[in-house]
């Protein structure tokens, strides 16, 4: 029966179960310091290996997640439905700065007609004349009712 030994290697510092020169028994105990060293060592390397591998597990699950055939049919189907909202925005805010432009003109008209109007109540005003048919179908034109006739005319 062979007899074997654990052999401390200086250079590495592990210890290797070897065959005994002289046959004799090696008690753990002699040992035990260095034992204890690689077994503190070993679970310090399992529980950074376990680290690192939890969370290379996350990232891949997240990657598989993400480049799965149903969440990129989702993505999809998400993207056009924005892309068709913002169609329709943006079709909208068109016809919005369309109206904005109409209503604008429209009120430049309005203003330019007040103007007109103004004007012809001061020249009924500086001329006293509060039945002058000239000035009141100027205004009757601009209100848009019908012209005054003089008594001529009737």
Do not use: F
């Amino acid at each position: 029966m062979k007899r074997y030994q654990l052999i401390l290697r200086g250079d590495t510092g592990l210890i290797e179960l070897g065959e005994h020169p002289e046959g004799n028994w090696v008690h753990y105990k002699d040992h035990e310091e260095v034992i204890q060293r690689q077994a503190n060592a070993a679970r310090s390397g399992m529980d950074a290996a376990k680290a690192i591998s939890s969370h290379q597990l996350k990232a891949a699950a997240r990657l598989n997640a993400e480049s799965s055939p149903d969440a990129l049919e989702s993505e999809r189907q998400a993207n056009a439905k924005l892309t068709q909202e913002l169609s329709l925005a943006e079709e909208g805010l068109a016809n919005y700065e369309e109206e904005v432009q109409v209503r604008m003109k429209m009120m430049q008209q309005k203003d330019a007609e007040n103007e007109r109007l103004r004007d012809l109540l001061r020249n009924v005003r500086d001329h006293g004349c509060n039945e002058c048919l000239e000035c009141a179908v100027a205004i009757n034109r601009l209100i848009g009712a019908p012209e005054p006739q003089t008594a001529e005319h009737k």
